[in-house]
């Protein structure tokens, strides 16, 4: 019995002991999911293995519902890799985070801190385009590196067209990562991002862009809008 209490008070002390950044990526999860978080360590320790493990849950979210799993579970666990300060991704060797349906079933996906930081490094090229879209800078656009078959004048494409939304929705306010997938096709292996175009009357339009997963080679592959 007293190991029992020990470990519910070290449970409790783990939660209490979240720091800000921990804290602050919770609260962005479960904006992302329109949901509730919660965070908890958990340790492995034995001879053939050792781990120390971020796990976050999200409950009470009608999105992970009409998602895949590993899209959703990819997507918070590379939110809480990016939030961590270097400092604190010592403390982890793997992220878990675990999903609770609308049926109270649950499944959860680990993902070593090694796999979760090459993914972080080809997030980038997503983020850098879609903030360009955001922000309306659309010459930067033009500074990416990209596959072959994207348009020369692809900047201009997506100015026009982001254009045409904004007559119809507003004003384009944010974007909003809600997915991440590993995908392979005949030429290799890729990762696509998904997300949300955020508009002034609050419409969310789905999106997704591609980024090649080669690691000498950071180019964007594609996107596409759904309207």
């Given at each position: 019995?007293?190991?029992?209490?020990?470990?519910?008070?070290?449970?409790?002390?783990?939660?209490?002991?979240?720091?800000?950044?921990?804290?602050?990526?919770?609260?962005?999860?479960?904006?992302?999911?329109?949901?509730?978080?919660?965070?908890?360590?958990?340790?492995?320790?034995?001879?053939?293995?050792?781990?120390?493990?971020?796990?976050?849950?999200?409950?009470?979210?009608?999105?992970?519902d009409t998602l895949a799993p590993t899209v959703t579970t990819?997507?918070?666990?590379?939110?809480?890799?990016?939030?961590?300060?270097?400092?604190?991704?010592?403390?982890?060797?793997?992220?878990?985070?675990?999903?609770?349906?609308?049926?109270?079933?649950?499944?959860s996906y680990y993902y070593p801190m090694s796999a979760l930081?090459?993914?972080?490094?080809?997030?980038?090229?997503?983020?850098?385009?879609?903030?360009?879209?955001?922000?309306?800078?659309?010459?930067?656009?033009?500074?990416?590196?990209?596959?072959?078959?994207?348009?020369?004048?692809?900047?201009?494409?997506?100015?026009?067209?982001?254009?045409?939304?904004?007559?119809?929705?507003?004003?384009?306010?944010?974007?909003?990562?809600?997915?991440?997938?590993?995908?392979?096709?005949?030429?290799?292996?890729?990762?696509?991002?998904?997300?949300?175009?955020?508009?002034?009357?609050?419409?969310?339009?789905?999106?997704?862009?591609?980024?090649?997963?080669?690691?000498?080679?950071?180019?964007?592959?594609?996107?596409?809008?759904?309207?």
């Amino acid at each position: 019995m007293k190991k029992l209490i020990s470990c519910i008070v070290a449970t409790a002390l783990l939660f209490a002991c979240a720091s800000e950044t921990e804290k602050g990526v919770l609260e962005d999860i479960a904006e992302v999911y329109g949901g509730e978080t919660s965070y908890s360590k958990s340790f492995v320790s034995n001879t053939s293995e050792k781990r120390t493990t971020f796990n976050v849950t999200i409950k009470n979210s009608q999105m992970i519902d009409t998602l895949a799993p590993t899209v959703t579970t990819a997507n918070a666990s590379l939110m809480v890799y990016d939030a961590l300060t270097s400092e604190e991704k010592k403390n982890y060797t793997d992220i878990e985070t675990i999903l609770v349906n609308a049926k109270n079933d649950t499944i959860s996906y680990y993902y070593p801190m090694s796999a979760l930081a090459p993914i972080s490094k080809k997030a980038k090229v997503f983020h850098t385009f879609s903030s360009i879209l955001v922000d309306g800078n659309f010459d930067q656009l033009n500074e990416l590196d990209r596959a072959d078959d994207i348009p020369a004048n692809f900047s201009e494409i997506l100015k026009n067209g982001v254009a045409q939304f904004e007559k119809k929705y507003g004003s384009l306010k944010a974007y909003q990562t809600f997915g991440v997938a590993e995908e392979r096709d005949n030429v290799g292996t890729y990762y696509q991002f998904q997300a949300h175009l955020i508009f002034a009357n609050g419409h969310k339009m789905g999106y997704w862009a591609v980024v090649d997963a080669a690691p000498d080679n950071d180019a964007l592959l594609g996107y596409k809008f759904f309207q």
